[in-house]
């Protein structure tokens, strides 16, 4: 059975040790059978502000159908000021767009989070106001959440992580989401009985 997964986030600085992070987590994610779609930080920062008169009839379209579709998201943030940024919130925010859906928001989804930032901390409260907007989308936080402490030559230029506990944490992330992606997608297959 093929599952989609949808990977959200980065920052506006092309690749950006968030959006590299994403990037490997999605692979671990997509290693068996799964269809992956990546929405990075170019993406998101092309998006007007959500629900602001910038913001035309059909504007993040590709996103919120991708989510729509989704078994299963990754999500992944840079800790600002002690939360995530503005940019991947404002990507969040046209999720508002499922809930009228069957399945609304992130409900029916297993959601892997990623929190990137300099120090300990802010990796933490950053993890913590993330798992708090996917419970409030309805998604299904799996277990495990990475909280990736960056620093310059964390990643090689080739995208290949130079740590093995961040390394470890981010396939681990991605394994989740692809299992309960899986369980989700074989019980929706299930004929009602």
């Given amino acids: 059975m093929t599952i989609r997964i949808v990977a959200i986030g980065g920052t506006v600085n092309p690749g950006s040790t968030t959006e590299q992070a994403l990037r490997l987590a999605a692979a671990s994610a997509a290693a068996g059978e799964a269809d992956l779609q990546v929405f990075g930080g170019a993406y998101l920062a092309a998006l007007p502000h959500y629900g602001s008169e910038t913001q035309a009839k059909g504007d993040g379209r ?13 999500i992944a943030a840079p800790g600002y000021h002690g939360t ?10 046209f999720l508002e767009e499922l809930s009228k859906d069957e399945r609304p928001y992130l409900d029916g989804r297993a959601v892997g ?15 913590f106001a ?47 989401v692809a ?10 297959a299930e004929p009602a009985a």
Avoid at 84 to 93: C, M, R
């Fill in 179 to 188: 299992r309960g992606a899986r369980a989700f997608a074989l019980e929706a």
């Fill in 130 to 176: 993330m798992r708090s907007i996917v419970h409030a989308l309805r998604g299904w936080p799996t277990p495990m959440g990475a909280t990736i402490r960056t620093y310059r030559g964390l990643f090689s230029p080739d995208g290949e992580c130079l740590e093995d506990r961040a390394r470890l944490q981010l396939e681990l992330v991605g394994q989740q």
């Fill in 84 to 93: 995530i940024s503005g940019l991947v919130k404002n990507a969040l925010d």
């Fill in 113 to 127: 989070l990623i929190a990137t930032a300099y120090g300990d901390q802010a990796t933490m409260s950053t993890l």
């Fill in 62 to 74: 590709e996103l919120v159908e991708a989510v729509r579709r989704a078994d299963g998201v990754l």
